[in-house]
């Protein structure tokens, strides 16, 4: 059963950091697209990053990791804003055999 987990979530006050990870099935980490993305109040879901891509709101901010012995990939985000409250989510593409997500994790900026 393919899982991704993802973890790290809070509350940080602007400016503030945090570390999401997503632990991932081994057999999908090594062979899928593999990416952040989130959901905000009200809104649809967003790309934040995958290895490839990185939207433009987080570019010098937010910053995608990966450790392939762990199958587990990271989203280090600094200089945290309001505006980046949202559910994160992981997400495993292959195309035209699956899109997995993760459960979501929780990231609130305020003071």
């Known amino acids: 059963q393919v899982q991704l987990v993802e973890s790290g979530g809070g509350l940080v006050q602007p400016g503030g950091s945090l570390r999401l990870s997503c632990a991932a099935s081994?057999?999908?980490?090594?062979?899928?697209?593999m990416g952040w993305y989130r959901q905000a109040p009200g809104k649809q879901r967003e790309l934040v990053s995958t290895?490839?891509v990185v939207a433009n709101s987080v570019k010098g901010r937010f910053t995608i990791s990966r450790d392939n012995a762990k199958n587990t990939m990271y989203l280090q985000m600094d200089s945290l804003k309001p505006e980046d409250t949202a559910v994160y989510y992981c997400n495993a593409l292959k195309p035209g055999s699956y899109n997995y997500w993760g459960q979501g994790t929780q990231v609130t900026v305020s003071s």
């Open positions: 081994g057999s999908i980490f090594s062979s899928s697209i």
């Open positions: 290895f490839a």
